[in-house]
């Protein structure tokens, strides 16, 4: 079995506990993992605080942080395959998928080192003589990264990146599912030459020590993904700190397709957009919503497509679905797709366990066209599950999309430009993507609302979440100050 190990306050070392993790192809036990207790939460926190206010990080340029996080990006490109190959054992996220998107996770890091010197403050045309007033910008202090099993190294790149880039320091707790990658890449910090403390890595389960860090006072900003029932475990931890929370919860995506869409196009971004990442993905577009008169066509070709998915073991180059990251996952999927026929959902496709070793889940599509209530159309099942409703016109497209408690991304195909316009402007969406699907870009703001939480990554507008905002009033005058009693 191989052994992994915390980074804490600049060195590799052993949790309160230890747990083994499965490798989801086979079920069986392959690693153990670190468990992070409440006295290794506090450890870590404290080393990120102490590194906040060290000099070698608190006076240390814009321009080198930026630099730092160049060396990891080149890092992580160079140890990509490896990253890759981790990530793919203790998740099941088949190689094809982690070796991509890990190359492009040092894209990420690279956007962010070339904005920590482009966090700029402001000065003010202030309407008093004498006075000198500006802002800066600066950094908020120790950041809780809470990252999901889907995509670890992805979804802290897009926390830890803008949070160094502003000057936080960072404790990232890694999913208890598949902590490798993470506890992996914590080597690639060390070697960027970060000071110690600036970043630390765990991992643990959440009431021991996720909760323990997000209630934790010396915690200014709780960046988090997940699902919502763990978002309100953290809203809830962080009426102790009072910390910003930003939240990323997934979705329950609406791709929608007129009936003078390219179909074949749209089909190949509809099998992307929900099967990719064994649909383990926040922006799947798990509804499809398609014009009644083009159903029938489209559903066969999908039916053609998702027919010839490969589904296989995730470390083979040519698997196109693996198996999903937990047995848990696969029991919840399982339990909702009976609740959905039950509910008057039809399969199509798909649907049924198969025996064997791993947790593997075939790609399945459901008709809920007569079952508006159903589980598969209403939850994020987080999983190879497509559920498909027809609609006769475009409001009524419209009011589909909108009818969820959702809001993270939606998908348009269509030909015309002028409704393509009016469906961005009506979708309830942080992401509205038009002829194309599950796009993404460090340039880009990423994040939704409603049940899909709030906040943004990615972009400026993600570093600037990790600075507070002060405020300098100068006096240039060198007459004595008068009366104390009157305000200027
Ligand atoms: O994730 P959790 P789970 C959805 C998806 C999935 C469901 C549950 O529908 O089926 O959520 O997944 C940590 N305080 N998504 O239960 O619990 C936990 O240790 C602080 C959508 O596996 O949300 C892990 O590191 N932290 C999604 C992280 O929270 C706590 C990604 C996320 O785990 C905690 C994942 C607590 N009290 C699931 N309890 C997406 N948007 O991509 C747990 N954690």
């Known amino acids: 079995m191989e052994r992994f190990q915390l980074y804490i306050n600049g060195a590799f070392v052993d949790g309160s506990a230890r747990f083994d993790s499965l490798d989801p192809a086979t079920g069986s036990p392959w690693a153990e993992m670190p468990e992070a207790r409440e006295a290794d939460v506090n450890r870590a926190v404290e080393a990120a605080h102490a590194a906040f206010l060290s000099p070698g990080w608190a006076n240390m340029t814009a321009t080198a942080r930026g630099k730092l996080l160049y060396r990891l990006a080149d890092l992580v490109q160079e140890a990509a395959p490896r990253l890759a190959a981790l990530e793919t054992r203790d998740t099941g996220k088949i190689i094809r998928e982690t070796s991509a998107q890990i190359a492009y996770v040092a894209e990420y890091y690279r956007y962010y080192a070339g904005l920590a010197d482009k966090i700029e403050g402001a000065h003010l045309p202030i309407d008093k003589p004498d006075m000198e007033v500006w802002t800066r910008r600066e950094p908020v202090g120790v950041v809780a990264a809470i990252v999901p099993w889907n995509s670890q190294l992805f979804l802290s790149a897009v926390k830890l990146g803008p949070a160094l880039a502003a000057g936080c320091t960072v404790v990232v707790k890694a999913s208890e599912d598949g902590p490798a990658p993470l506890l992996e890449f914590a080597k690639l910090v060390h070697q960027a030459g970060f000071p110690a403390g600036v970043v630390n890595i765990i991992t643990g389960f959440g009431p021991k020590c996720g909760a323990v860090l997000t209630s934790h ?272």
């Not at 926040?282 to 159903?295: E, F, N, T």
């Not at 998908?411 to 599950?438: D, E, Q």
């Not at 939480?453 to 005058?477: C, Q």
């Open 217 to 488: 006072p010396r915690v200014a900003h709780i960046a988090f993904t997940g699902g919502p029932e763990t978002a309100r475990h953290v809203v809830r931890g962080s009426a102790e700190n009072l910390a910003k929370v930003s939240l990323e919860l997934g979705g329950k995506s609406p791709f929608i397709v007129f009936e003078d869409a390219d179909l074949e196009s749209a089909a190949n971004a509809q099998i992307s957009g929900i099967f990719a990442a064994t649909g383990q993905s926040c922006v799947a577009g798990s509804r499809l919503l398609v014009q009644a008169s083009v159903k029938d066509r489209l559903l066969a070709i999908l039916k053609a497509k998702a027919e010839a998915i490969k589904v296989s073991a995730p470390d083979d180059m040519a698997t196109e679905v693996g198996p999903l990251c937990t047995k848990r996952q696969r029991d919840a999927i399982v339990a909702a797709l009976e609740a959905s026929i039950v509910a008057g959902a039809q399969v199509v496709m798909g649907g049924v366990c198969p025996n064997g070793a791993g947790f593997y889940f075939p790609p399945t599509i459901m008709d809920c066209s007569g079952a508006p209530e159903a589980d598969c159309l209403r939850r994020e099942m987080f999983g190879p599950v497509l559920s498909v409703v027809s609609f006769e016109t475009e409001a009524e497209a419209l009011a589909l999309a909108n009818d969820t408690e959702f809001g993270l991304a939606s998908g348009v195909f269509t030909k015309s430009l002028t409704r393509a316009h009016r469906m961005i402007r009506g979708i309830r969406a942080g992401i509205v993507w038009v002829n194309t699907y599950r796009v993404v870009s460090p340039i880009a703001p990423f994040g939704g609302h409603g049940l899909s939480g709030h906040g943004r990554e990615g972009g400026l507008a993600a570093a600037l979440d990790y600075t507070t905002v002060k405020t300098v009033w100068l006096r240039t005058s060198d007459d004595p100050i008068p009366d104390p009693f009157v305000m200027r």
